[in-house]
Every structure is written in C-alpha cells, then in structure tokens.
C-alpha cells in the first residue's frame, strides 16, 4: 500500500534481545508524472577585504578547504557541492555564487596564486563551469555586494541597486564564459519595481519566499496561487520576469532540522516524505527548496556534511517519481500572471535589517554619506550611480578614486553589516564605518583642496 510503512526490527541471539530498532519505508506509485524538484543554493560571504585590500579574515577560501574532513581529505562546504553532484550523476542544481565572493576568491587568486587556497579557487570556478556547461547546474547572479533590494528601492536609491545589480552580472559572466539571466533577491527583499529593474538588466527570473508573499499574490484570471506551480509577474509598465515560489517549510527543514541530525539517512527518509506527500496533491507539481548551501552544513551536527550527498542518492534513486531540474527548466512552462504582490522579505519585513539603536545609526550614517558623495559627484560633473568595472588584482578598488568612492558605498550598502549589528559581531560594524568614514575624509580633503 502506498505511504509510509513502520516497522521494529529486533535482533535475537540465544533468546536475548540484543537490538530493537525502529524504522519506516516509504512507498511511492508513479503517476505517469514526476514530481520536478527545484534546488537552489544561496553561497556567499560577505567582503572580508578591508580599503587597503587586505584580508580581514580568509573565511572565503576557508570555506573551499578546511571546514571538515570528508572521505579521508580536507575539505570545504563549497567545494562539497561540487563532489557531490560529480559523484551523483542523476541530479541537477541551481547555484548562486554571490558575484563578491568570487571576486575575494580571484582577489587572493591574482594576489598569492599557488598555494592550496588558489588552487582550491581554480579547481572550484572550473567545476562550477564545467557543470554548467553540462546542463547539470543553473547559475544565478546577485546584486554584487548583498544589498536589500526593497529597501534600497524605499530609500530611492534605485540607481544603485541597478548599478550593483550590472556589476554582479557582468562580473560572473566574465568569469564563467556564459550569460546569466536569473537573479538570487538578497533575503528575498522584493519590491514590484524591481520587475522593471531585472527586465531592463536583462533578467529573466527569480525565487521568493512563499511562506511570507503567496498570501499577497493576485492572480490576472482570479485563480487562487499555489506554491507549486511557476507564474509571471508583470509590472505597472508591461515588464515581465518569471518566478518560483520556494516551499519555506521544506527548505527550513533542510536549514535549520536535517542539518542538526546524527542520521543523514533518517532526514532525508523524511524529506522524501514531505516530497510525497505534495506529489500525491500535485503530481506534476514544482517544488523549490532555496537556502543557503554553507551554514547548514557548516554549522549543524558534524554528520551534517554526508546529508548533501544523502539526499542527491535519494533523489536519483527516486527517480521514477523525481525528477530534478534548474529554476530555467521550472520557469519556462509559467502562464498565469500575478497582477498583484506585497513587498516584503523571507523575515516578512526589514525589521532584522533596520530596527535596533545600532542599526537606525548605521542607516543614518549611510544617507549622510550617499548624500555627501552625490554632492561631491555633481560638482566635478562625474556620474551618479556608475557600474564601474572590477579588477579583483585591486579590489576593493576601482580604476579611478570617483569609482572607488561609489564601490566602496556599494560595499557599505550590503545587508551583511546591520544584520549583525545587534548580535555583538562588532567586527562587521567596523568594517561598516571603515567604509564609511573613508568616503567622508577623502571627499572632505578634496573638497577643501580640488588638487
């Protein structure tokens, strides 16, 4: 009978109980349909360099080589992504490789280039390439430096945001040989006039939370939305991009449940069940299971690190009802049309990012220097807003100082600083106001002596 089935195993020797176990199988009747499994993972770290292109920290690289050992070598989380899906053939995944964190990786490349960390970068770029180009991998781009793009957006600083947005795009395309044209939302923080931005920028797609917007969703034909299913969102102006909605509750049983457990097997028995249990709704059915591919594995119980390749096993084995795919393959078949969704994030709103004493400083903080480099940028007749390009030999610097400045507020403008400002992390409220004060004092000193 199809469902899950328990039993007890009890192992005897001479009359004595020497093992009693418990344990369930799952049996799953194919539909004539596959379930389509979308999985997308979110890497990054934010900039470690400090103005003078140092490394405050190398935990960028660290996470390509020492987070734990794996079958008898050291290893790190990100390069484990790529060992599993070499491993498990039958598997597809979409990647967002956040565009500065490939940017540190080439900034030490360029800088110190044969030791393991660089060669641990080559071997990583190369693979992420090489699986791409086999249609095994999706990959997706992101505002360069990890902004909220709704708040950027409320604060009217939509030409930043598109800025940053060009910057990341071009960035990874230059490096991975290929056009990208999915964008990865930081923290999911969407705004419906960034429909517009991604269009103009030429992307295509995205994925958001569905446990904090399906509820604000309003279809053109009156339907009612569903998490498992693709849509178009169409602006004010005619524009469209293509989205997914990720299930919250799977994907934070992966983040936050699977990855704390002592029996990689036994989670991923149980994520196949909540797999089931949508397909024997939905048959032909798209779920999306979005999350960060390195604090679950780098952070959970030390068996967490065997879960990744557990679950890849599991989904190949199921293949008859499961069938893996990249957010490109799940978008193309969207037809109904969202005429109506909330702004918002994963957390529901921006409170994480801007409640607090600290958090409300640093915001202030960041107007008041956004606006003194506008100023300053006007008054020599230079652009508002630039793409420039990145050399990651002179990261975080740019090829010219009016560059630097706005690369550097870019920097400034990146979640990573107000999201810890209140845990204690005082590192990344530094590194904040290093930015910071340097764009205040270089546009001072110029502004009282020109030359």
Not at 42 to 47: E, K
Not at 257 to 270: I, L
Request: proline share 4%; hydrophobic share 40%.
């Amino acid at each position: 009978r199809e469902g899950a089935h328990y039993y007890t195993i009890r192992v005897f020797s001479e009359g004595r109980l020497l093992l009693e176990e418990k344990t369930w199988i799952l049996v799953v009747k194919p539909r004539g349909e596959r379930l389509r499994l979308v999985l997308v993972w979110h890497l990054h770290q934010p900039i470690y360099l400090n103005s003078s292109g140092e490394f405050e920290s190398l935990k960028p690289l660290q996470h390509l080589t020492s987070d734990f050992e794996h079958d008898h070598e050291r290893i790190g989380v990100y390069l484990l992504h790529l060992k599993a899906l070499e491993k498990v053939k039958g598997v597809k995944a979409t990647f967002n490789v956040q565009p500065c964190l490939v940017y540190q990786w080439l900034a030490y490349l360029k800088r110190y280039g044969n030791d393991d960390l660089s060669r641990a970068v080559t071997e990583m770029i190369n693979g992420l390439r090489k699986l791409s180009r086999e249609g095994r991998i999706q990959l997706l781009t992101s505002p360069i430096y990890h902004p909220l793009p709704a708040i950027l957006i409320d604060m009217g600083w939509r030409d930043d945001l598109e800025a940053q947005i060009r910057m990341g795009k071009r960035f990874l395309e230059e490096v991975f040989k290929q056009s990208i044209d999915g964008l990865w939302i930081p923290e999911m923080a969407f705004n419906k006039e960034l429909v517009d931005i991604m269009s103009e920028t030429g992307l295509k797609m995205t994925i958001l939370d569905g446990r904090e917007f399906i509820g604000d969703v309003r279809l053109e034909s009156g339907n009612s939305p569903t998490l498992y299913s693709p849509y178009i969102i169409r602006s004010e102006n005619g524009k469209e991009i293509r989205v997914l909605f990720r299930d919250s509750r799977i994907s934070d049983m992966i983040g936050f449940q699977s990855s704390s457990t002592t029996d990689p097997e036994k989670s991923v028995r149980k994520l196949l069940y909540e797999l089931f249990k949508v397909y024997r709704e939905n048959p032909r059915g798209v779920v999306a299971i979005a999350l960060d591919g390195d604090n679950p594995f780098i952070l959970g119980s030390v068996e967490a690190r065997y879960l990744l390749e557990k679950m890849y096993e599991a989904f190949a084995e199921q293949r008859d009802w499961i069938e893996t795919i990249t957010l490109e393959e799940a978008v193309r078949d969207a037809r109904e049309v969202i005429t109506d969704i909330g702004e918002g994030s994963w957390a529901g709103g921006f409170d994480t990012w801007m409640k607090g004493a600290v958090k409300e400083e640093m915001w202030n903080k960041l107007k008041k220097v956004r606006k003194l480099l506008v100023e300053y940028t006007r008054s020599i007749g230079g652009e508002i807003s630039p793409a420039p390009e990145l050399d990651p030999e002179i990261a975080p610097n740019s090829t010219n100082l009016l560059n630097t400045l706005w690369n550097w507020l870019y920097i400034a403008e990146s979640s990573d600083w107000t999201w810890r400002a209140e845990l204690g992390r005082d590192w990344y409220v530094r590194q904040f106001y290093e930015y910071c004060n340097l764009i205040e004092r270089i546009i001072e000193a110029r502004m009282r002596d020109p030359n």
